[in-house]
């Protein structure tokens, strides 16, 4: 099913372009999807109930999915390096599942037994690395586990959370990285980046301006450009409609952020992406209740949809961005 919605994007009263966004619903399933990778022009997905998949995005008749478990595991992460997937279940015991991206055979190659653990987001910095955080373990220490050589293990380091400072597992995108560094966004009655220079493994933590101060505020998704630019996105999902200090920038790395549209965007937001090749210019954002483009670095909004459920989105290319959510992914033309 293909939706139309014609717009038109200006700000200081300058027209810069009109375009059209069509919507087109791709996939649907029982399953609340919140983690989405690209490969092999397919659109890769995990999701509730153990389920794991793709849909070819040329011929979405060509789709396939298995269960990983036959427990009813809910998964809120996925990574991939050059010949597998990875995925995480949220809650304890949590199990590192890797997947043959030929067979889709799949094994459990690392398990964290915790009663604590709770893994909001994977990422690979390239093929060889990656790093996933989880919900600390009552010492309130940054807990980070990393993939290199092959091999699973916990990444030891001494940096203190604050009480009631952890993530949300929203989009499996609450880390990002560049070849310089790595940053991740924490939530709740804090919400700060933590830096690290993936050369020396050092690593800082910044204060933000971002809502925060409840369990339920705070950062949700962040993705950044270069070593400099970065955008944040968030805000409070019992308050939906909220949209206060929940969109902010950064320009040195994350060092200092800057509140961009406060009062004036869609409200509470799970992802946002970066358009590749825009030098941060353009970006798209999801949340529970709509779809946003900003075309000026994140400064001002606007809602290309009203289309709701949605929790994660990732661009295809320059005009296409695949979204997912609760019972269904589509695909997004931008012309």
């Known amino acids: 099913m293909k939706k139309i919605f ?6 200081l ?12 619903t791709i996939f649907n399933d029982k399953i609340s999807i919140r983690a989405l990778e690209v490969y092999d022009n397919k659109v890769w997905y995990s999701g509730t109930d153990s389920k794991f998949g793709y849909v070819d995005l040329k011929n979405p008749q060509n789709h396939k999915q298995i269960k990983l478990s036959e427990k009813k595991l809910q998964f809120r992460t996925l990574g991939q390096d050059k ?14 599942f890797k997947i043959d991206k030929k067979s889709l055979k799949y094994e459990i190659v690392f398990k964290d037994t915790a009663k604590t653990a709770f893994y909001d987001a994977l ?15 009552k010492d309130r220490k940054l807990k980070l586990a990393f993939f290199k050589n092959g091999k699973w ?4 380091n001494n940096i203190s959370l604050n009480e009631g400072e952890a993530a949300f597992a929203a989009s499996n995108t609450n880390i990002a990285s560049t070849k310089k560094y790595l940053w991740i966004a924490t939530g709740g009655k804090a919400s700060r980046i933590v830096r690290m220079d993936l ?13 925060q101060g409840e369990s339920s ?34 320009n040195d790395g994350g060092k200092t952020w800057q509140v961009q549209a406060s009062g004036k965007n869609a409200g509470y937001t799970t992802c946002v992406k970066i358009k590749p090749g825009s030098q941060g210019k353009e970006i798209i954002a999801v949340g529970d209740q709509h779809i946003s ?39 997004i033309s931008l012309k």
């Open 199 to 211: 050369k020396n493994e050092k690593i800082e933590v910044f204060n933000t301006p971002f809502v």
């Open 153 to 156: 293990s916990n990444f030891k």
């Open 217 to 250: 505020q705070g950062m949700y998704s962040i993705d950044f450009y270069d070593d400099k630019f970065g955008i944040a996105v968030g805000g409070d999902y019992t308050k939906q409609a909220d949209n206060i200090d929940n969109i902010a920038t950064t």
């Open 123 to 137: 990422h690979f910095v390239n093929d060889k690395f990656a790093y996933t955080f989880s919900d600390a373990d």
């Open 83 to 96: 010949n597998s997937f990875y995925a995480i279940n949220i809650e304890s015991p949590a199990e590192f």
């Open 13 to 24: 009263g300058i027209l810069l372009f009109s375009q059209q966004v069509s919507l087109e």
């Open 293 to 331: 483009y900003s075309s000026d670095f994140g400064k001002t909004w606007k809602k290309i949809s009203d289309e709701k459920g949605f929790f994660v989105c990732e661009w295809v290319d320059g005009n296409t961005v695949v979204v997912a959510g609760k019972d269904r992914i589509a695909k």
């Open 6 to 11: 014609p717009i038109l994007f200006s700000f």
